[in-house]
Every structure is written in C-alpha cells, then in structure tokens.
C-alpha cells in the first residue's frame, strides 16, 4: 500500500536518527508540516510524517470504515523499514495509541506519546463526547462514520484548539480534517487494548492542560503505566503540534531527545 511520507531534512549537523511522526484520528501528515518538521530538521533531525492508509494521500480512503490499530501499526512497521536507520517515534493522540501497539512487537530508540489516548481505553473519552453532542455522537454510531463529531469549525474547535487559536486557523485546520475508521475507534475502546508492560522502549508522555478529549489525569494514568513521569504543557488543548504555543511543546520534545544522547 502506498503511505504518504512528509519529510524535511537537514541542511547539515545531522543526527543519524531520524523522527517519525504519526498523526491521530482524523488528521493526516499534514498536521506536522505546520511547524514541527521544519523545527526538528532545523535542529539537525531527518524529520519524517506519515499518513497512515486512508489519510491524507496515502491509498485505502475507499476501506477507511474497517481499518484496524493493528493495521496502522503495519504502517509504522513499513515505513520504519523504508527509512536508513530505526527512527525515534511521536505519536498524537490516536498515533500514540497505534505507536503503544507498534512498540509491543518493535523496539525503538526512543518514543514520545503527545496527547496520547491512554492504554485503558478511550471509554472515558466516549462518554463525555456522549455527553455532550448526544446527536452528533448517534449520527456517528448509525452510520458508522466518525466524521460527525468533528463535522463544524465549532466542533472542531472544541475537540482540538484552544481560544487562543485565531478563527481563520481553526477554520484552515477545519477544512482538513477527515472521516476515521470506525472499527480503529471500537480497538481503542476496548478490543485491542496496549500491552505496556512488553514496551522497553524509553517513554516521553506529554499532555496539554487545557485538553479535553485526554485529560490530564488521563496523561498521568498513561504515563504511569509507563513506569514514567508526566510532561503537561500549560495553556494548550488537544492539538499539541498546531496551538500558538507548539514550540513549546516541540522545545520539551528536542530537549528530552537531547537528554537521550540520540546518535
């Protein structure tokens, strides 16, 4: 299957390990091309974004409704075999769900979970959309598609950005999202939970303070199954890679990988 790859390089001082980025549920590469890329590559990092099948270009949009987590962790799997060197992997949201799966079966040099949904399960998070978009959340289940519940800016807004986020971002971000599988939503639910205690890869879990789909306690529960501490950023939502304040979030990224002494 053909995988939509983004990618930046440095102009020199290169690590020989490259960074894979892989998006969460109704995002895309794209996500990452924003900012992150071209800051990791300035900082002397082959910097790598995935689409996995059915987002973005990548092929499988007609067979997006069954695709599994199982299947998007192959996508790392076949990217991570198209690249010189095993990269260190950062995973938003559910990428960081399907980076947890990847890393049950694959040893990486280093893993960063960014807004990730928890290896609990995503319940919690199912039952405050419910709660709150009760219409939007049985359109999604009548038809089996996801995209109602992020179908508005307003919805999108909410999901995803803070107010600091100006109208025109949130409405360009918006336009760019996409339906998601609706059987990869019932693995996160709870058919196909991580397995962390067969993870050795070294952990960074991140979260935003002013997140509502994984909330902080959520971020910490993650991070101690981790056997590891949380990471939260103050005043960013959902959408850690596109807030006004995303360099934070990727100065906290490149200063844990420092710490690690990557090649």
């Known amino acids: 299957m053909k995988l939509e790859l983004i990618s930046r390089l440095p102009d ?3 690590h020989s390990t490259p960074l894979l980025f892989v998006h969460g549920a109704w995002h895309g590469a794209w996500c ?7 800051f990791f590559a300035s900082h ?3 910097a790598h974004a995935l689409s996995l099948r059915g987002h973005g270009t990548s092929e499988g949009r007609e067979n997006l409704r069954w695709m599994r987590v199982a299947d998007y ?6 990217t991570v075999r198209r690249l010189a060197c095993p990269p260190a992997l950062i995973g938003h949201s559910m990428g960081g769900f399907v980076v947890q799966h990847y890393l049950r079966e694959h040893f990486a040099p280093a893993a960063v979970l960014l807004a990730s949904a928890p290896p609990a399960g995503v319940l919690a ?4 959309i419910a709660l709150r978009h009760p219409l939007a959340f049985a359109q999604a289940n009548l ?4 995209y109602p519940l992020v179908a508005s800016v307003e919805l999108a807004r909410e999901a995803f950005f803070s107010e600091d986020l100006s109208d025109a971002q949130v409405r360009a971000y918006a336009g760019r999202l996409q339906d998601e599988s609706y059987l990869a939503f019932l693995d996160m639910l709870a058919l196909n939970l991580p397995k962390p205690a067969t993870v050795k890869t070294p952990l960074l879990v991140l979260g935003g303070e002013r997140d509502i789909i994984f909330r902080p306690e959520e971020i910490a529960a993650t991070a101690r199954a981790y056997n590891t501490q949380p990471g939260m950023i103050a005043d ?3 959408d850690m890679m596109l807030e006004t304040r995303w360099q934070i979030v ?3 990224i490149l200063a844990w990988l420092t710490q690690r002494e990557l090649p």
């Open 250 to 252: 990727a100065e906290r």
């Open 236 to 238: 960013v939502a959902h």
């Open 73 to 78: 962790a192959e996508d790392i799997a076949a």
């Open 44 to 46: 002397g990092y082959a």
């Open 12 to 14: 020199s001082g290169a």
């Open 32 to 38: 990452w091309d924003a900012h992150f890329l071209d």
């Open 125 to 128: 998070t199912t039952l405050r």
């Open 143 to 146: 038809t089996l598609s996801l």
